[in-house]
């Protein structure tokens, strides 16, 4: 099993361009996120995924898109990136139950950097 | 602000001694996860210790729990040079509005075991 997987590892962008970060995940997990981590900051949640269909904003969605294409996929779409978007990107899946959230299996990250 | 934070911020042992690692949060969780983060990877997952328990073990690891503190500490006992990473507490709470759950992660702590 792969796990979770993310492409690219590494993106340089220009200020006002957009792409699009893949993830996927072969563990049939229902929860999918996507965090950015930043000097000092921790993770921060950007939006996540409670099961297949649904999305969610997390604490910091702002400039950023998610589409959950299927049960395997989300995907992550800066619409016109901008320095503050320079960061390391993760990908996350997991499962949960009535207790709570299970353990959350992290992909390789992103590094992004916008000029 | 974050949900958990870790104390201290860095910490420098020799090999052989033993990692204790804090962590305080502010409202009630679901459980706790302690996760490591080697130097440009992604995020690997430690321990799960859930609200009405106090105390695991996995290995040299061992995480307790007092809710009662809002805290939270981690253990590595006889560490080794390879235990060198970021340690990240997070903690899991139900979503009020949307339903499901999330993990908020501290800022971490940075060990560092010299030879």
């Known amino acids: 099993n792969a796990g979770v997987t993310q492409t690219p590892k590494f993106q340089v962008l220009k200020t006002g361009q957009s792409m699009t970060l893949q993830c996927a995940q072969d563990?049939?997990?229902?929860?999918m996120y996507w965090y950015r981590q930043d000097p000092g900051m921790g993770l921060r949640l950007i939006y996540y995924?409670?099961?297949?269909?649904?999305?969610d904003k997390g604490e910091v969605p702002n400039g950023y898109n998610v589409s959950r294409l299927n049960k395997r996929e989300f995907s992550l779409r800066l619409e016109s990136a901008a320095p503050s978007q320079t960061s390391v990107y993760f990908c996350?899946?997991?499962?949960?139950?009535?207790?709570?959230?299970?353990?959350?299996?992290f992909g390789p990250g992103t590094r992004l950097t916008v000029l | 602000s974050q949900q958990g934070e870790e104390d201290p911020q860095a910490l420098s042992i020799q090999e052989g001694e033993n990692a204790t690692m804090n962590c305080s949060y502010k409202t009630s969780i679901n459980n706790l996860q302690w996760y490591r983060q080697n130097s440009g990877r992604g995020l690997v997952h430690l321990i799960l210790?859930?609200?009405?328990?106090r105390e695991k073990h996995s290995g040299r690891l061992r995480v307790t729990l007092d809710t009662s503190k809002k805290s939270s500490s981690l253990l590595i006992t006889a560490s080794r040079a390879a235990d060198t990473a970021s340690y990240f507490c997070a903690t899991d709470r139900p979503i009020l509005t949307g339903g499901g759950n999330k993990l908020t992660f501290g800022t971490g702590t940075q060990l560092k075991v010299e030879l």
């Open positions: 995924s409670a099961s297949e269909g649904t999305t």
């Open positions: 996350a899946s997991s499962e949960w139950w009535d207790g709570g959230t299970d353990t959350q299996y």
């Open positions: 563990m049939n997990h229902n929860s």
């Open positions: 210790i859930r609200s009405n328990e």
